[in-house]
Nanobody, 118 residues
Framework: QVQLQESGPGLVKPSQTLSLTCTVS??????????WSWIRQPPGKGLEWMGA???????YYSPSLKSRTSISRDTSGNQFTLQLSSVTPEDTAVYYC??????????WGQGTQVTVSS
């Protein structure tokens, strides 16, 4: 059974870079045709897809976040990482990692709360 687990700091200061890691167990991030995505949900709002890394290593980003977002992977550790730069309080959200298609996901992490505050 594939499981995903997000990890990273729960509090980030404005203007800093948010960095989260998703560790995948029970399956490989190089599994053919799988996308590994980052999705967030700000308080009181819906889910927002941020970007994804394909099994091949190609990356895809939301146009609204592209200038501040970077997704990378560590195949030996079976992990993929989100970096979001120049954060503001509007980036406060529950951040999820997910695996599967680009818009439909077979697997989700439990989510991690990130608060941007000084």
């Amino acid at each position: 059974q594939v499981q995903l687990q997000e990890s990273g700091p729960g509090l980030v200061k404005p203007s800093q870079t948010l960095s989260l890691t998703c560790t995948v167990s029970g399956g490989s991030i190089t599994t053919n045709y799988y996308y590994w995505s980052w999705i967030r949900q700000p308080p009181g709002k819906g889910l927002e897809w941020m970007g994804a890394i394909y099994y091949s290593g190609s990356t895809y980003y939301s146009p609204s976040l592209k200038s501040r977002t970077s997704i990378s992977r560590d195949t030996s550790g079976n992990q993929f990482t989100l970096q979001l730069s120049s954060v503001t309080p509007e980036d406060t959200a529950v951040y999820y990692c997910a695996g599967g298609g680009i818009t439909e996901y077979n697997y989700w992490g439990q989510g991690t709360q990130v608060t941007v505050s000084s």
